[in-house]
């Protein structure tokens, strides 16, 4: 196969940017060392992020892969780039949530931490100038964001990913509160698992400290945060090498 490499700067997130690349299928991601929170409301630029934040998501998308779950990721390239398969991203954050915190909590006025029989699941439509309103099935299907059988997949597949990733954590002894994911269509018009998981999205928390290991660090202005994300790949690369 010969090299890839990238070409035109399709988008820009708020901690990431993707590039086109020689080969139509494949997208390059280069993970930015900047942190955001309340929809880019609160930015920061730190050293490290980019670099820990690719290899933590690299690392739960191969094992996912390993899993069964089928997802975009190609390879790692080096600190902070991915090569991931092309996928038109469905403007739709999948959250699934194993106990009370963040939005549901000030929602329902739960009690913090207060854990789920079963996992809740919710979709949010992605819009920064909405501010990501929650949206359900049929409002999804109005708008023309997504299918029946697609907010189906997708909330039977995030179900399966917080299996997975519930094991992962429990095995670096950190309980999952909550985490989104988004998917994206594939040239064959096949729904697959895309974005990054990592503790930008999802809720971590270690289970004797009780102290957040994930973005609510920098939300909550709880401390440094790089040392944080590295403390979860270091777990991470250890219970994988387990
Ligand atoms: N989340 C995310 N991106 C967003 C909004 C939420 O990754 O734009 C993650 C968040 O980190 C948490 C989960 O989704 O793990 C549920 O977030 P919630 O709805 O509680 O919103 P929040 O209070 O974090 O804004």
New binding site residues.
């Given amino acids: 196969m010969t090299e890839i490499t990238k070409t035109d700067l399709m988008y820009q997130g708020k901690a990431k940017e993707m590039f086109a690349t020689t080969d139509p299928e494949t997208v390059w991601v280069h993970y930015m060392d900047q942190v955001t ?3 880019g409301k609160k930015k920061v630029q730190m050293k490290g992020k980019g670099e820990t934040n690719c290899r933590i998501s690299s690392i739960i998308f191969s094992d996912l892969a390993a899993h069964g779950i089928e997802n975009h990721f190609i390879k790692q390239l080096d600190s902070n780039n991915q090569l991931v398969k092309r996928v038109k991203i469905i403007p739709l ?1 999948t ?1 699934v ?1 194993n106990m009370a ?6 929602k329902f006025a739960a009690e913090h931490l207060m854990k789920f029989e079963k996992p809740v699941t ?1 979709f ?1 439509y ?1 819009s920064d100038e909405l501010d ?1 309103p929650f949206i359900n099935d049929s409002q999804a299907e109005a708008l023309g964001v997504a299918t029946p059988a697609q907010m189906d997949f997708m909330k039977q597949t995030a179900l399966k990913v917080n299996d997975r990733l519930k094991a992962i954590f429990a095995d670096m002894n950190i309980d999952l ?4 994911v988004e998917f994206g269509v594939d040239g064959d018009g096949k729904v697959i698992l895309a974005d990054e998981i990592s503790p ?4 971590l928390i270690d289970r004797d400290t009780k102290k957040s290991l ?3 660090v920098f ?1 909550k202005g709880l401390g440094e945060l790089v040392p944080v994300y590295e403390e979860i790949l270091t777990r991470l690369e250890k219970a994988e090498e387990a």
């Fill in positions: 929170a309340f929809n954050e959250v949530r915190s963040g939005s549901f909590e000030r919710e949010f992605k990501d509160v909550d985490f989104k930008d999205s999802c809720r994930d973005k609510d939300r």
